[in-house]
């Protein structure tokens, strides 16, 4: 089903324009903690609704779809949806392959993620890019993708990994693709990535005001890698979450975990568990 676009210039250029949700947020708002449900992709490859109950059961208040939701109906997202709203929960944001910022693929992942109740669509990876012009169009195609996607009433987003902060030709990626997209773009901010390439994610957090509206919160150590559960590595969370909701826009958290000592279901409790102890007692929000 083609998507169409009933928007006048003069509305849409309102509505690139207009105060970010971030902004209107009041002081000692509540952001939701959620999963991305990477962490628990085994058991979610067997069992959908089942997993999805379990970890709102934990205490989790939304979810990130990954790259696999892309192959469903719009009638299934519809019946995902109404379970999520029926347990509480919300999907803020989907992680996409660059298929869904294409011209032929976007027209699908706004059914998906507008009957989801998202308000971004996340390119996961951009693929092999060896050069600062392949970077330059990864830039043009989010700018682009996010005009179409705003007059829906969403906006892109970008998760970063450890390549963005890999120099190429004497410039992170990160920074290029922060300085030529527009501002109303998310740059999702994955910690453990930026830990392990050696970079300071307070300092990126705190030259990116209002853009970092989700963060993966995925811990790092150089002796366990992603493996080290949430608040075991090396990760200034408290100093984390001030700059991030002081001066990063969060509207929301996401833990994520690629893998640890204990069982995808167990891991995810026990990272909740550990947010909450550190989240709470920064006192940032009083």
């Known amino acids: 089903?083609?998507?169409?676009?009933?928007?006048?210039?003069?509305?849409?250029?309102?509505?690139?324009?207009?105060?970010?949700?971030?902004?209107?947020?009041?002081?000692?708002?509540?952001?939701?903690?959620?999963?991305?449900?990477?962490?628990?992709?085994?058991?979610?490859?067997?069992?959908?609704?089942?997993?999805?109950?379990?970890?709102?059961?934990?205490?989790?208040?939304?979810?990130?779809?990954?790259?696999?939701?892309?192959?469903?109906?719009?009638?299934?997202?519809?019946?995902?949806?109404?379970?999520l709203d029926a347990l509480g929960v919300r999907c803020y944001s989907t992680h996409n392959s660059a298929q869904s910022f294409t011209p032929d693929g976007i027209g699908k992942a706004i059914e998906l993620n507008q009957a989801l109740g998202s308000r971004y669509v996340v390119l996961a990876h951009p693929g092999e890019i060896k050069d600062i012009a392949g970077w330059n169009r990864i830039a043009d195609m989010l700018n682009t993708a996010n005009a179409t996607l705003a007059s829906h009433g969403l906006h892109?987003?970008?998760?970063?990994?450890?390549?963005?902060?890999?120099?190429?030709?004497?410039?992170?990626?990160?920074?290029?693709?922060?300085?030529?997209?527009?501002?109303?773009?998310?740059?999702?901010?994955?910690?453990?990535?930026?830990?392990?390439?050696?970079?300071?994610?307070?300092?990126?957090?705190?030259?990116?005001?209002?853009?970092?509206?989700?963060?993966?919160?995925?811990?790092?150590?150089?002796?366990?890698?992603?493996?080290?559960?949430?608040?075991?590595?090396i990760a200034p969370w408290k100093k984390l979450f001030a700059a991030a909701e002081s001066t990063g826009g969060i509207?929301?958290?996401?833990?994520e975990q690629e893998g640890s000592d204990y069982s995808e279901m167990e891991t995810a409790e026990r990272c909740l568990s550990t947010y909450r102890k550190l989240h709470d007692s920064s006192h940032i929000l009083s």
Request: hydrophobic residues 35%; glycine residues 6%; negative net charge.
């Open 251 to 255: 509207e929301y958290y996401l833990i």
């Open 156 to 233: 892109a987003g970008y998760h970063n990994h450890d390549l963005e902060w890999k120099p190429v030709e004497g410039q992170k990626p990160i920074e290029l693709l922060a300085a030529n997209t527009d501002k109303s773009i998310m740059l999702q901010l994955d910690v453990g990535t930026c830990l392990e390439t050696g970079n300071d994610p307070v300092a990126w957090i705190e030259r990116n005001p209002g853009r970092i509206r989700s963060m993966h919160c995925k811990d790092w150590s150089p002796q366990k890698g992603y493996r080290v559960l949430f608040g075991e590595g």
């Open 1 to 83: 089903m083609p998507i169409v676009d009933t928007f006048s210039r003069r509305s849409f250029l309102a509505f690139l324009t207009a105060t970010p949700l971030w902004a209107t947020l009041p002081a000692n708002k509540h952001i939701s903690v959620g999963l991305e449900l990477y962490s628990v992709r085994n058991d979610l490859k067997n069992d959908l609704t089942g997993t999805v109950r379990a970890v709102a059961k934990m205490g989790y208040e939304c979810v990130e779809f990954y790259a696999p939701y892309y192959d469903w109906t719009l009638d299934y997202a519809k019946n995902v949806r109404k379970e």
